[in-house]
């Protein structure tokens, strides 16, 4: 039996992540597999109901999981410049903390079906296939900050053993790509980007198959839209990886269909898609659910080692897709237009 915490968080939260776990309970009954879902609050909703964006009890269930999956936090609602007032995104940046999430993986792979949808040519997107690799615990997010009256500052601090880890992790998982590592940082400015540098090459001594290329953060977002198909491996600190992936998603034409996931040095990892709460349309039926359900599919490829289950759902993906069915973002003339809910029921029966 697997043990999976869920957080639907808020906005269209609570929608995507009922069609994702409708396509576990599918994978559950066709591969005679036992999955156990437990919802705990975390974000706005968490606020609301319990005051803390992070319940302690959120944080020790999410522990004693196999797996977290997560839908998105946040909205108007709890949007604030009170520093003393709690903030829905303290919730996930709190559990990514708690399990101690340092890698967080985007892939990044252009459907077929929505090449069309993207705003760049077809010939500069079409067989991209690149995963950031995000430094998630480290960096300004964490760093010393303050305000003081008419001042305030954030601090990008990291250490080797930081920077290590997450360079290696990005090395081996190239081993089974590409076998191309762009690291990306600012070391023309920034001091811990320097150090990042260093680092990097030093750690580069023990994949001697893999080419290692530094990029200065500027130039990959502009290699991103130029040339794409240069990249395999990016690998970054926390505040690039951030803005880089969800440039990199757009390439594929919508951020509903990018799924991530965070893992670290517990055996719990926690799986959500890039995009956020979408406030404006919750409860509206139409979101995109693919992001959500492909993070579903990530969870059971690198949690549970089922790696034939994580195929046959991304396939299930790519074949409604190839159909002609599309939720609203990524709605074209003559396909199908269908709801968060219809999109789920498609991909769950064609498992
Ligand atoms: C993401 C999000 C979060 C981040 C926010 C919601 C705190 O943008 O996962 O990319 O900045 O990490
Ligand atoms: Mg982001």
């Not at 010393?144 to 992790?169: F, G, H, N, P, Q």
Request: glycine share 8%; net charge negative.
């Amino acid at each position: 039996m697997y043990k999976v915490a869920v957080i639907n968080g808020d906005g269209i939260g609570p929608e995507i992540v009922k069609e994702a776990i409708k396509i576990l309970n599918k994978v559950a009954a066709k591969y005679n597999h036992n999955f156990e879902f437990k919802e705990v609050l975390m974000g706005g909703i968490a606020i609301d109901k319990t005051g803390s964006p992070l319940p302690e009890e959120t944080l020790e269930v999410c522990k004693q999981s196999d797996a977290v999956l997560m839908g998105a936090i946040g909205g108007p609602k709890w949007d604030t410049t009170d520093s003393d007032k709690p903030r829905p995104e303290q919730g996930l940046l709190g559990i990514r903390k708690g399990l101690e999430l340092y890698a967080n993986l985007r892939p990044v792979k252009v459907f077929e079906a929505l090449i069309d949808s993207s705003t760049l040519k077809k010939d500069i997107i079409s067989g991209i296939d690149i995963i950031v690799v995000r430094e998630l615990t480290g960096g300004i997010y964490f760093g010393a900050r303050a305000r003081e009256k008419d001042r305030a500052y954030d601090t990008c601090d990291y250490s080797r053993y930081e920077i290590e880890r997450i360079v290696k992790l990005a090395f081996d998982l190239s081993l089974k790509r590409r076998r191309v590592v762009h690291s990306v940082d600012k070391a023309n400015v920034l001091e811990s980007s320097r150090l990042w540098r260093e680092v990097a090459i030093e750690a580069a001594k023990d994949y001697t198959q893999v080419e290692l290329v530094h990029q200065l953060v500027d130039n990959t977002a502009m290699q991103l839209i130029r040339n794409p198909k240069q990249f395999d491996v990016i690998v970054t600190e926390n505040m690039f990886g951030d803005i880089l992936s969800d440039e990199a998603a757009m390439l594929t034409g919508s951020l509903g269909m990018l799924p991530s996931a965070s893992m670290g040095t517990g055996k719990v990892s926690l799986y959500e898609p890039c995009h956020g709460s979408a406030p404006d349309i919750a409860g509206e039926g139409i979101a995109n659910p693919l992001a959500t359900i492909l993070s579903a599919a990530l969870m059971l490829r690198y949690s549970f080692n089922l790696e034939k289950e994580a195929l046959a759902v991304e396939k299930s993906v790519e074949q409604v897709l190839n159909k002609g069915y599309r939720t609203k973002d990524i709605m074209e003339e003559d396909k199908t237009l269908v709801s968060t809910e219809e999109m789920g029921t498609l991909v769950a029966e064609n498992v």
